[in-house]
């Protein structure tokens, strides 16, 4: 598979899955999709099992998250995740008042 079609690919499944507005998958919180990057609480995709991994960008492998659950997930097995991290910063959007 070269670059460019897995960067097309990426486009089509991000919204393919934008279209429904799941929650994050990783948190299980609502995403609010109006969000643009490079807000930590906008909508991204992550990959179910890390490409890193053997994952794939199959859609099948893809679901929405938040842009920092993604991060802060990393590269992990989603179990090794949820028993490592704190959730997400609820307040988070009080900074963005100035
Ligand atoms: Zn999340």
Known sequence: ???????????????YIARTKPPCHLCGEEIDYSLKHPDPMSFVVDHVRPISLGG???????????????????????????????????SYVTWRTW
């Not at 598979?1 to 919204?15: D, F, K």
């Not at 960008?57 to 097995?77: F, L, P, Q, T």
């Not at 995740?81 to 910063?89: K, S, Y």
């Open 56 to 90: 794939t960008d199959d859609i099948d492998n893809c679901a929405a998250s938040h842009k920092y659950c993604n991060e802060s997930r990393g590269n992990r097995d989603i179990e090794t995740w949820r028993g490592n991290v704190p959730p997400p910063p609820r």
């Open 1 to 15: 598979m070269t670059i460019e079609r897995s960067v097309a690919l990426r486009r089509r499944n991000r919204r």
